[in-house]
């Protein structure tokens, strides 16, 4: 659940904060490194936890011992379970649904990106082709996007990519 210390993100105040407690559903271990990496670049203050798809992705969430994350970040593509089923089981969960959750893919197909948004995802990114367009990404998301989108998802905000952010944000 977001916490209120953690809601008002802004540049200022990053580093005053908690850190913010994320849990990264991928299974490319080459993918997590460059979202842990590019995550640490944005200076954005967060404690990452990777599992590798989405059954291990619930059973965390679900598993009383694990603390609850802040965000998760949900690949769509990944064995045993997929993103997408892994979404519409945390929103169909009274516990766990309101923890936001962020759509990771390298396609923008428009079924995908309406697919999870009416499942309950807060927003989808599609995945960069550079470092530097990772840390644009994470920078937006975590500095305007967390109380507009990740609270109160809006369908035109809905979709981030390398190509829709401007390197001024």
């Known amino acids: 659940m977001t916490s209120p210390k953690n809601a008002a993100v802004t540049s200022d105040k990053l580093e005053e904060n908690e850190p913010v407690k994320i849990i990264l559903a991928e299974d490319d271990k080459d993918d997590q490194e460059l979202f842990i990496e590019a995550l640490d670049a944005t200076k954005v203050s967060a404690e990452v936890t990777t599992v590798e798809n989405g059954q291990e992705l619930v059973n965390t969430l679900k598993d009383p011992a694990e603390p609850k994350p802040d965000i998760v970040f949900i690949d769509i593509n990944m064995p045993i379970k997929g993103g997408k089923e892994a979404l519409a089981e945390i929103k169909s969960d009274q516990e766990l649904k309101d923890i936001p959750a962020v759509m990771l893919s390298t396609s923008n197909n428009p079924n995908d990106i309406e697919e999870t948004f009416n499942k ?22 975590f500095i305007l996007h967390w109380t507009k989108a990740l609270l109160n998802p809006v369908k035109n905000i809905f979709f981030v990519s390398e190509k829709n952010i401007s390197h001024k944000d």
């Open 120 to 141: 309950g995802a807060n927003l989808y990114i599609q995945k960069p082709n550079s470092f530097t367009g990772f840390i644009l990404i994470l920078k937006k998301v």
